[in-house]
């Protein structure tokens, strides 16, 4: 429930010309993550181990993190 709240702020901010197709990309990309995330994480553990699984989910945390807490070409809001 909080997560879409925020979701829903978020895309109002970043779509504000248009705040509700904004939305409901952002809503659809996030489901697709959610159900395309799990499958390719499995599929990688079958075929190298849990190990390279593990690795793989925690180098995309990270480079995640990292762009979120080091942006480049962040465009100025006036």
């Known amino acids: 429930m909080a997560m879409s709240s ?3 702020l978020w895309s109002s901010l970043v779509f504000a ?3 509700s ?3 409901s990309a952002t809503l ?3 489901g697709a993550g959610c ?3 799990p499958a390719a ?3 990688v553990g079958g075929r190298f ?3 390279a699984s593990f690795a793989l989910a925690a180098a995309v945390t990270l480079s995640t ?3 979120a807490l080091f942006p480049t070409g962040a465009r100025e809001r006036g």
């Open 6 to 8: 925020l979701l829903a």
């Open 65 to 67: 993190a990292a762009s």
């Open 41 to 43: 994480l499995g599929a």
């Open 35 to 37: 159900v395309a995330g």
């Open 28 to 30: 659809f990309f996030f």
């Open 17 to 19: 010309e248009r705040p």
């Open 21 to 23: 197709t904004g939305f």
């Open 49 to 51: 181990g849990l190990e």
